[in-house]
C-alpha cells in the first residue's frame, strides 16, 4: 500500500542546533516534493518544493534534500530558534492522480 | 498579501444539517482543494477543481459536495451533517494541482456537530 511516513513523536532540540526531520514514502514516484510549516489552529504555510531531479535544495536557514533511491527526503532547520517550533509536513504528488498527498507531520519543539 | 479567506474560523452545527463551508482566494488561481485534517490521519483530500464548474473526487468524497460557480470561489457542502464530519477542514489554492506549485491554505473551519 501507499504511505508517507514522517515520525509522529516530537523532536526536541536546543536553540541554535540544527534540527532534521524525515520523510519517508512507500509505493509512490513522485516528480515533487514540498514541505510545509504548520501552527497550532492554523493552515499548512509553503516552505519549499523539490524536484525529482534535484538533490538538494535551499532557502535560508532551511535545506531540503530528496533521494528518490531510498525515497527519502531529509528537511533540515540550521541556526533553530524557538520561533521555528511548529509542526512540519511533507507532501508529494500523486504521480497520475494530479494531486498532493500529504503525511502527517512532525511536530518540532526549540527550547531556549 | 496573497490570501484564501474562510468564512468561518468555528462552526458548531446539529446532526443532519445541511452545512456550507465557503473559501475565496484572491490569486486568480485555477485550482483550489478541500482537504480536512484529523489527528493521526493527517490531511485527507476530499474534493478539488481545476477550473470555473470542474470539480474532482478526492480520497474521501462520501458525504460531501462542492460548487465552483466562480472561479475565486469553491464551496463545500455538507448535505446531511454527522458527528464523524467533526474535523478541521482546510481550503487551499494553487497555479497546479499537481506537486508542481506550493499550495495556499486558509487559516481553517473547526467543525463541530453534535
Known amino acids: 500500500s501507499q504511505k508517507i511516513e514522517q515520525n509522529s513523536e516530537a523532536l526536541n532540540i536546543q536553540e541554535g542546533k540544527t534540527a532534521t526531520l524525515t520523510c519517508n514514502y512507500t509505493n509512490y514516484s513522485p516528480a515533487y516534493l514540498q514541505w510545509y510549516r504548520q501552527d497550532p489552529g492554523r493552515g499548512p504555510v509553503f516552505l519549499l518544493l523539490i524536484r525529482e531531479n534535484e538533490k538538494e535544495k535551499r532557502k535560508e536557514r532551511l535545506k531540503v534534500t530528496f533521494d528518490t533511491t531510498l525515497k527519502q527526503s531529509l528537511f533540515h532547520i540550521t541556526a533553530s530558534q524557538p520561533a521555528d517550533s511548529a509542526t512540519y509536513l511533507c507532501?508529494?504528488?500523486?504521480?497520475?492522480?494530479?494531486?498532493?498527498?500529504f503525511g502527517t507531520g512532525t511536530r518540532l519543539l526549540v527550547s531556549p | 498579501d496573497v490570501k484564501v479567506t474562510q468564512s468561518s474560523r468555528y462552526l458548531v452545527k446539529r446532526t443532519g444539517e445541511k452545512v456550507f463551508l465557503e473559501c475565496v482566494q484572491d490569486?486568480?488561481?485555477?485550482?483550489m482543494f478541500w482537504y480536512r485534517q484529523d489527528p493521526g490521519l493527517g490531511l485527507r483530500l476530499i474534493y478539488f477543481?481545476?477550473?470555473?464548474?470542474?470539480?474532482e473526487k478526492g480520497d474521501i468524497p462520501e458525504g460531501y459536495s462542492v460548487s465552483r460557480e466562480k472561479k475565486e470561489r469553491f464551496s463545500l457542502i455538507l448535505e446531511s451533517a454527522s458527528t464523524n464530519q467533526t474535523s478541521m477542514y482546510l481550503c487551499a489554492s494553487s497555479l497546479g494541482h499537481g506537486g508542481d506549485y506550493g499550495y495556499t491554505f486558509g487559516s481553517g473551519t473547526r467543525l463541530t456537530v453534535v
Open positions: 507532501a508529494l504528488d500523486d504521480t497520475g492522480f494530479q494531486k498532493l498527498v
Open positions: 490569486m486568480d488561481h485555477e485550482n
Open positions: 477543481s481545476y477550473d470555473v464548474k470542474m470539480k
